[in-house]
């Protein structure tokens, strides 16, 4: 079975994003993944901070979208590291999105974003899908704790 997310409203809605469940990593607490995400673009600027104080994550991926500001040279290479490291701290710091994580066992995890060809499946499913196997991933590291 494959399981789809999206918005934060519907089922496996804490997968996304935008979902409300906040961290601290670089010992600074950050509202979402997506504030995390968006911010390490611009890391070494006052950039960082004002996307980390947007009151959403839509308004933190729309500042990160925003090209008048100075993308880092190589964002490229390390926007998967990025995503990975905040969607697991994200889980790491939540124990109840983490058993709904955990709860998915050996599923497929998709991100169903109509619009999104690298993070999510695209609308005609080509996408990479690239939240939903770091998500898999993250499954894959958090799993020999929960067996204690």
């Not at 104080?53 to 880092?72: F, H």
């Not at 899908?129 to 991933?137: A, F």
Request: net charge negative.
């Amino acid at each position: 079975m494959t399981l789809y997310f999206y918005t934060t409203s519907a089922p496996y809605g804490c997968f996304s994003n935008f979902s409300s469940h906040g961290f601290i990593l670089d010992e600074i607490w950050w509202p979402t993944s997506e504030h995390y995400f968006q911010a390490q673009k611009f890391v070494g600027t006052p950039h960082v901070d004002q996307i980390r104080q947007v009151k959403t994550p839509k308004d933190a991926a729309r500042m990160g979208r925003d090209r008048s500001r100075p993308l880092r040279s190589d964002w490229e290479q390390v926007k998967d590291d990025i995503m990975r490291l905040a969607v697991l701290r994200k889980f790491e710091t939540h124990a109840d999105i983490r058993e709904v994580l955990l709860s998915t066992g050996d599923e497929l995890i998709v991100e169903n974003s109509p619009i999104d060809y690298y993070w999510g499946c695209g609308a005609d499913g080509s996408g990479k899908n690239r939240l939903g196997q770091i998500l898999m991933e993250v499954r894959e590291r958090l799993r020999p704790y929960s067996e204690d």
